[in-house]
C-alpha cells in the first residue's frame, strides 16, 4: 500500500462562527471542492485531515491508508498515525499544552469501501463529535450521545455516507439547491480532551474531510448546475 506522508505545517488564524444562524465558512479553513486531476484520486482511501489549536491550522495530512491513529505522541505523520504533539505552534498557550499532554492514546478513524468514517476513542481522556449544523451527516447514535462525548472503546460512524447520500438527494428537490450547505457536511470535527461550546476555542481538535463524499456531490451536483 503505497502512502503519501507528506504534512503541511501551517498556524494560520481561522475565522468561523458556529452558532445559530450564523454563516459557516469552512472554507477559509480549506478548499472543500476536489482538487484539480489526480489530487482527488490521492487522497482517495483515507480523508483530509486539519489539525488545529483554538483558531489556528497548526498541520495538514493526506493519508491514503483507510485507517489512521490520532493521538498524543510526538511522531507527527507517518502515513498510520498522526501524533498531535510533533507539530509546532508559536503561539500555543500553557492551557492547549496541558490538554494535548492528556490526549494519550487518542482515537482510531477508519473509512470503510462506502464512504463511512468510523471513529473509536482510545483513550481514557474525554473524546467528542462536534456538531453545530441541523442538517448533517453524523450518524444518530452519536447525535444521542451528551454533548458528543465518545464511549470509550465503542466504534461509532461519524460520517454517515447513507444520511449525506439522503440530505443530498432532499436537496436537489429544491428549485435552488444549495451547494455550500452540503459541502460543509463532508466535514467531520473532533475534539480533543476539551469540550468547548465554540469549536475555535477548543484547545485541541481535528477536521476530517471526506474526499468521496465530495466526489460523489460534484457528480451529483455540478458547479455549472448551481446558479
Known sequence: MTLRTTVTQRCSPVTLRTN???????????????SPSGTASMTRSGPKVIVLERNRRIAKAYARAPVLTVN????????????????????????????????????????DDSGNILVKRLSRSNIY??????????????????????????????????????????????QYPERLKLET????????????????????????????ALEMLKAKLPNSAVP
Open 185 to 212: 457536511q463532508c466535514i467531520s470535527t473532533i475534539a480533543l480532551v476539551k469540550n468547548e461550546q465554540e469549536v475555535l476555542d477548543s484547545p485541541i481538535w481535528i477536521m476530517l474531510i471526506n474526499v468521496v
Open 20 to 34: 445559530g444562524s450564523v454563516r459557516r465558512n469552512y472554507t477559509r479553513i480549506t478548499s472543500l471542492r476536489s
Open 72 to 111: 498524543g505522541s510526538e511522531d507527527g505523520f507517518d502515513g498510520f498515525r498522526i501524533g498531535v504533539n510533533g507539530f509546532d505552534n508559536p503561539l500555543r498557550d500553557n492551557k492547549t499544552l496541558e490538554f494535548k499532554e492528556q490526549i494519550g492514546k487518542g482515537c482510531k478513524l477508519k473509512m
Open 129 to 174: 463529535v462536534k456538531n453545530t449544523m441541523e442538517e448533517n451527516a453524523v450518524s444518530n447514535d452519536i447525535l444521542k450521545l451528551p454533548n458528543g462525548l465518545l464511549e470509550f472503546e465503542k466504534p461509532f460512524k461519524l460520517f454517515d455516507m447513507k444520511k449525506f447520500q439522503q440530505n443530498v438527494n432532499r436537496e436537489l428537490k429544491r
